[in-house]
């Protein structure tokens, strides 16, 4: 069986994922997408050899050719085509996030209960890279003890000048938090936000949450460190520690100096990620099993933090995280 995926949305992500599911991911093929710049969908349609660019995308999600829907869409039209998508039954994959506000996202936790199938999937691909999977792997077999702290870095090398400080932890730091979830097991129950200076929009902040179980998570997030993309992450347990470094790179040693190139962004640094998330969910739409990765609940609980963090930002204040009760769908 193959499965026809429709991507809404030929920016960046769309056209990326539209690449990998014409070439690198087995069982899938790119039948339809759909953008708001008509040329640049028909680019990446013809790119695909036999996918349409389609005027409409509502088309593309009811079209008898899309048997799955990835929505890489600007941000605040994900709830109306995820809802869309489970109304018309088919599975979607929705780039973080799952909707920019809490309520939208429960309005999807609502409407995919309501259909009594797991349909959503969210975007948060670092559960697929090896080095964040190797370290789950180590602190779930006990090795290092109970998780105590753990440890995240977050930097890119420059962010667009319109970029509020919110949008440093709803856009950035929100992978950190669906990454500390998912590592942990565990759900975060408060947020607290720090920043070096008054005034900087585009700076350092310094995320502590805490976990229900008493795990301290410290997120660096600094959007505009001009030197490149470094994500680096360390798991304090009882028994040991396990760490991840920035991706391995190729070291020059010439003039009294030794160091590595670093990526621009994050899409050399996750590519396999990225990879690897296409290929786990057309496999489980294929052999019709549960999403693997961050499914609607998940979207819900990063959002649901994230928004806790932006009130701690602009508050000053430690905030709590109140999640509403976990329908029976996810347990």
Not at 56 to 83: G, K, Q, R
Not at 176 to 192: H, P
Not at 222 to 240: H, K, Q, S, W
């Amino acid at each position: 069986m193959t499965v026809g995926v429709g991507i809404i949305g030929t920016g960046v992500m769309g056209s990326d994922h539209a690449r990998l599911l014409a070439g690198a991911v087995s069982g899938a093929a790119l039948t339809a997408v759909f953008d708001v710049d008509q040329q640049r969908a028909a680019a990446v349609a013809g790119s695909a050899g036999s996918a349409r660019a389609l005027a409409d995308p509502i088309e593309l999600i009811h079209d008898d050719a899309v048997d799955a829907v990835l929505v890489a869409s600007s941000d605040p039209t994900h709830e109306a085509f995820v809802l869309a998508s489970i109304a018309a039954g088919k599975p979607v994959l929705c780039e973080k996030p799952l909707a920019p506000t809490v309520d939208g996202c429960l309005r999807i936790l609502d409407a995919e209960a309501a259909s009594g199938r797991r349909l959503v999937s969210v975007g948060f691909m670092r559960r697929y890279d090896p080095g964040y999977v190797d370290m789950k792997t180590i602190l779930d077999s006990g090795e290092i003890g109970a998780a105590l702290v753990l440890h995240c870095v977050h930097r890119n090398a420059s962010a667009p000048a319109s970029r509020f400080r919110g949008d440093v932890i709803t856009n950035s730091a929100v992978h950190e938090i669906d990454l500390a979830r998912w590592l942990l097991d565990d759900e975060i129950v408060a947020a607290s936000v720090y920043t070096p200076r008054a005034g900087a929009t585009r700076d350092i902040q310094i995320l502590v949450l805490e976990s229900a179980t008493g795990v301290l998570v410290d997120i660096e997030v600094f959007v505009n460190a001009r030197y490149g993309y470094d994500v680096r992450c360390e798991l304090v347990g009882e028994e040991g520690s396990v760490s991840l470094d920035a991706a391995p790179a190729t070291e020059l040693r010439r003039a009294g100096m030794a160091g590595r190139r670093l990526p621009g962004d994050w899409r050399p640094r996750f590519a396999e990620a990225y990879r690897r998330e296409l290929q786990d969910w057309i496999e489980r739409l294929r052999n019709n099993r549960n999403p693997g990765g961050a499914d609607g609940w998940d979207g819900y609980s990063a959002t649901a933090v994230a928004q806790a963090c932006v009130a701690a930002l602009e508050t000053n204040t430690r905030q709590e995280v109140k999640l509403t009760a976990k329908p029976h769908l996810y347990a």
